[in-house]
């Protein structure tokens, strides 16, 4: 991102129309077999970044670990604060993986297309995990683990307001 961008500066990448076609079109030169953008290649080292902090699909399993903690205290916090940072910064470099697409329309760049089926599928997979704990902590990981995806899947398919407002509440 900084070689191409010259920067990493949130606003002079996500609020700048032509920085943005720049990654679209540009054509990095260390994946130079390869047809795909800047902003694909970016987009998609970030999003598994992201699977790793939030605990998707198939990273999920450390945040069960980190939540048998003696106290329920310890667990509320994971829930609520340290997992959700990676679903943040994804809100906030949106831009850069819609680039070169049009969600609104159904055209989907590789890293939204990642994005919806890894969340979808982590939703989904976390979800019927959390039916079959019987310890609290368990059921509140696998819990959170299948909001998260959701609000990962929400922002693949171009739902952005709804991601951030699920994050939020």
Do not use: C
């Amino acid at each position: 991102l900084y070689s191409i961008a010259g920067t990493l500066s949130f606003r002079e990448i996500t609020y700048n129309p032509e920085m943005l076609d720049l990654l679209a079109t540009t054509q990095p030169t260390i994946f130079g077999g390869f047809a795909v953008s800047a902003a694909s290649i970016i987009g998609i080292f970030l999003i598994i970044g992201t699977v790793g902090k939030s605990a998707q699909f198939p990273l999920h399993v450390w945040l069960p670990d980190a939540m048998e903690g003696p106290t329920p205290v310890s667990a509320m916090i994971h829930a609520a604060a340290m997992v959700s940072a990676g679903i943040f910064a994804l809100l906030r470099m949106y831009p850069v993986f819609a680039a070169g697409g049009d969600p609104h329309h159904g055209i989907l760049t590789e890293p939204l297309a990642f994005m919806a089926v890894t969340g979808a599928f982590t939703a989904l997979f976390a979800a019927t995990m959390a039916v079959a704990q019987s310890d609290v902590k368990a059921v509140l990981a696998y819990s959170t683990i299948s909001q998260l995806g959701f609000m990962m899947a929400a922002l693949g398919i171009g739902a952005y307001i709804a991601a951030a407002f699920h994050l939020i509440t």
